[in-house]
Structure formats: structure tokens, C-alpha cells
């Protein structure tokens, strides 16, 4: 199986696919377009939320960072007087310093991340979804927000009215996601962010024409449950870039990508809308509040997959 996500949520449904399929059988593609350098290190918040959940480190209340995590170099950081608005933990830390110390010997930001996700005992291929550097730049009023500027220096403050992502052009699929794509029997959504999270996966020049190119399923779960995001400021830029702010809506900026779709129970009266747009509908629990949570809507969305055809 192959996965496309983004942070806490996409990784969330990563781990239920992980912890129902054999080991080895699931592949996630991550976005990039969140990446940025601070003080000198190469800092891949996606990548790292996908890998440390995987692999069963992952700090549990945020969602994204180490679990028993301390901020020793951050505090010393600060003490020299810089502005300690990106929470870097110790743990973490070596992440950065490793990821950046390898990228810059000349090896791939794919094979960097397979050696780091090998190394702590993650046991499925996590792909970033292109090995360029890309970074999603946001159209606000205050002007033009660098992406981890406007959702943690700025709290998400600012209205979204366009989103760019710099260095798109000159990305290219990497040949181990290809390979992934061209392998599986279905290709999954994850729930996470349509616009920030999602989009710039499909934005690399050449993924959409392999996802179009295969005829297995392709499967979606809405981030938006009753109008409002599992996460993050989804509803929020969905609004103000003009789409409706419903699983239905996500479900339209999916049209003709995707087969199937899974809702939850609470959005039942948008089925027939949804159905309309040419997809299978599932609806069941879409949060997932524990590990159990992630498990179950893991299966429902295998199973949604097998009825079109995977398999
Ligand atoms: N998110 C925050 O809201 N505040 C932070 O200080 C923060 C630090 C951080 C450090 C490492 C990492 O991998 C992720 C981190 N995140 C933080 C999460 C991250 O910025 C966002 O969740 C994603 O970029 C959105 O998908």
C-alpha cells in the first residue's frame, strides 16, 4: 500500500496501516514543502512526525516531536539570545544535525531518510515526496509568510489568501517513490491538510500522471469532520482560498484522483454529494484518538480499498 501524508494526522493513519499490514507492505510519501533551516540545520517537521510515530517514539500530547523529550540546547540557545520560537528538543536535535551533515556529504534527502527511519526500527519505506528542496510560502495580508513562520511563529494568525511553492518546477519524483506507486495495490489519502499537506505531493512535477496512470484505487479520508479540522488551520485556509469547509469540499478538490472516500458519521448528510462527484463513499469514525481508533479506521479504509478492486 501506498500512503501520501502530511504531519500529525497523516502519520496518525500511517501508524493504524503499519500496525494492521504485514511488516514491510506500506509505503508513505511525505510532504516536503514544510521543510526550512534553522541555525544551520536541515529541519523536515513531516518527515520526522511520519518517522517518529512509526516508529513508536513520538511524543504523544503534541503529535509531532520526541517523546520524553528535554530542551537543554534550546535553552542554551536562547541564553546566547536568539529567538527560540521553533521548539527544537535534544532528541530531536540529532536528527537535524545528522539529516544535515549527510545532506550536505552529497547523499539524497530519500536515502538519508531510509537510513534514519532503518535505524530506529521503522519497518515501512518512508519517501519524502521529492529529494529538491521545496518550501510552501503563504500569501497573507502581512505579506508573504515562509510556512513554519506563519503556523508556529505566527500561531496561524494570519488569513491565507494564495499559497506558492518555491522550487516546485525543478522537483522531480524520486525513482524509489515512483517505484512505490508503479507496485501497489491501492494508493490512500491520508487525512491531512488538502492544501499544505496534500497538494504539494501532487504538485511535483509527474506525480498526478503516475497516480493517474494506474488503475488501482485510490482512496481519500477527510481531515474535516462537522466543518471543522481534526487539526491545524485546514478549515480556516480551506475558507479563505474559497473552498467549502466540509468533507464534501475536500472530497470535489479530489475529483477525478479519487475513487473512494471515507467521512465520518457526523457528515452522512454530505454521502449523496460526495457519491455524486463519482466516489464511493464510506462513512465511520474518522477521529482517531488512540491507537485502537487508528487501527480501525486503518482496516476501514483497506476494506474500501478491496471492495474497489485492491488486492
Ligand atoms: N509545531 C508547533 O506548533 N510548535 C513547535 O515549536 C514545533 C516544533 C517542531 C519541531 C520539530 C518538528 O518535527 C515539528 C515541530 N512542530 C512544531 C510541528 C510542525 O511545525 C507542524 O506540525 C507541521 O509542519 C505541520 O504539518
Redesign the pocket.
Known sequence: MCALA???GGAKLAAGLQAVLSPGDLSVVV?TA?DFDLWGLR???????VM?TLAGLANKE????VADESFGALGMISAYGEDA?????DR?LA??VLRTQRLHAGTRLTTVTAGLAAALGVRSTLLPMCDEPVATVLKTPEGPLE??EY??RR?QREEVLGVELRGIESARVPVEVARSLFETEAIILCP??PV??IAPILAVPGMRELLAGRSVPTVAVSPIVGGRALK?PADRMLRSLGHEVSAAGVARMYEGLVDGFVLDRADRGEEAGVSGLGMRVRATDAVMRDEPDRERLAREVLSLCSELGAG
Open positions: 502530511g504531519g500529525v510532504n514544510d529541519v523536515c517537521p513531516d518527515l520526522d512526525t517518529y503534541t503529535g509531532w516531536g520560537w521553533f521548539k527544537l528538543g530531536d536528527t537535524h510556512f513554519q503556523f508556529v500561531q491531512s491538510n499544505v499537506s491545524g
